[in-house]
């Protein structure tokens, strides 16, 4: 695993390749990455990008699992956390200066088997382990510094993350839902 692990200086290089594929794509200019990158940038890895202006939310894309290599997924989802999430309307060049980025390198995915729905509330660690959540055609993930930014406990994240799935609260309870763990290697400007 500690191969999978990124270096500060290479979680530092994943922040300046992201602001400079957001400012280049609001130049409406082609990005074109640094050569001779770290090899671990050429795995496949899930990767979120999350934009924030004034310490809010401003927008946050990303790809769970590893379907592609580092380095393509995080150009994709840059420009589409500044441009794509449905949340919000578009980042503009004026507002670009007023952002801060922060990029999450996932682990994949594993499914947390319990017995009973109350084991979850043992097994999963606020902190450690971003979620997601599946229960027939819906689907939502929390990032694991979520719940420690909103200073919810376990029951208070597994009831946000079904409302992120657009499922009722108490679904994490159900026998048929999966639900997944990851962690992730955060970093921030």
């Known amino acids: 695993m500690s191969n999978d692990i990124l270096t500060q200086k ?16 609001l130049n409406n200019k082609e990005y074109e990455p640094p050569s001779n990158l770290p090899e671990i940038f050429n795995t496949k890895r899930g990767v979120f990008v999350t934009l924030n202006k004034n310490g ?27 441009t ?18 922060e990029v ?6 594993e499914q947390i ?3 009973n729905y109350k084991d979850y509330l043992e097994k999963i660690v ?22 420690i930014e ?9 009831s946000y993350l079904c409302l992120k799935a657009n499922l009722d609260v108490d679904t994490w309870m159900e026998d048929s839902v999966k ?6 290697q955060v970093f921030s400007e």
Do not use: H
């Open 150 to 158: 909103q200073g919810w406990d376990v029951e208070e994240y597994l």
């Open 10 to 25: 290479e979680g530092q290089l994943l922040l300046e390749i992201a602001r400079d594929n957001i400012n280049t794509y």
């Open 104 to 109: 999450s390198v996932l682990t994949q995915p």
């Open 113 to 115: 088997v319990v017995d």
């Open 56 to 82: 809010d939310l401003r927008g946050c894309i990303g790809y769970p699992e590893g379907y592609k290599p580092l380095i393509d997924a995080l150009l994709d989802v840059s420009i589409s956390a500044a």
């Open 179 to 184: 639900i997944d763990s990851f962690q992730a």
């Open 84 to 101: 794509r999430d449905p949340r919000f309307r578009p980042l503009t060049i004026e507002e670009y200066n007023d952002i801060t980025i």
């Open 126 to 147: 606020i902190g450690r382990d971003g979620l997601i959540i599946e229960y027939g055609f819906n689907r939502g993930l929390l990032l694991p510094q979520v719940p």
